[in-house]
């Protein structure tokens, strides 16, 4: 399916008491979430932060692997991380994504606490295979530190339902949440799978 892109915020995202902060970057989390992006087909994995050492920071983990000795020892990571752009915030993201595929981005928010806006994967999976959305790319937008601002959340186009299990704890890293999304998405909806 070409019609999902992925972005990982790290701004505007909630502190640990509720401000807005802008988060550090994860090592851990470009790699996954670009491996996760390559199995299931996203279009792209943007990585955002308005913090520039940051953006040098990821971008030279993405070119270790993209041009340095990552490239040779494990190409096959270096193939995921070709999937990431690196960005200072949500306009870069929505003109590059844009400017790519030439289709109409819709905002997908994410978040492990329920909303009114809630839309289960089932149902969001369906929209995402009507005609009519044939002329729009999505994309899942994920929060880091404790998820993404309030204002960020009203603001988007579409809430996802939290990722449930069954035991009450829900504190999942954002690597493991974005794993799970992509499964419910683009997994593979052969018979018995679901």
């Known amino acids: ?66 041009n340095g000795a990552g490239s040779t020892y494990n190409p096959d990571r270096g193939r995921a991380l070709g999937l ?11 003109s590059d994504l844009e400017s790519r595929v ?13 909303s009114p806006r809630s839309i289960a994967y089932n149902a969001f999976r369906q929209h995402l295979e009507t005609p009519e959305n044939d002329k729009s790319v999505f994309l899942l937008c994920l929060g880091t ?8 959340m009203e603001a988007a186009d579409f809430v996802l339902a939290p990722i449930r299990g069954k035991s009450g704890y829900n504190h999942l890293s954002v690597r493991c949440a974005a794993a799970i999304m992509l499964d419910r998405l683009l997994g593979d909806d052969a018979p018995g799978v679901y």
């Open 84 to 94: 990431v752009t690196v960005v200072p915030g949500m306009a870069e993201i929505v």
């Open 145 to 152: 530190a404790w998820g993404l601002s309030d204002e960020f």
């Open 102 to 114: 030439g289709k109409t981005v819709r905002i997908v928010a994410t978040s492990a606490v329920e």
């Open 1 to 66: 399916m070409d019609k999902i892109a992925i972005a990982l915020l790290h701004y505007p995202v909630k502190g640990r008491t509720g401000e807005t902060i802008a988060s550090a970057i994860t090592n851990l989390d470009l790699h996954d979430i670009a491996r996760a992006a390559k199995t299931y087909g996203a279009l792209r994995f943007y990585a955002a932060t308005p913090l520039t050492d940051q953006r040098v920071l990821a971008e030279k983990i993405v070119g270790h692997w993209q």
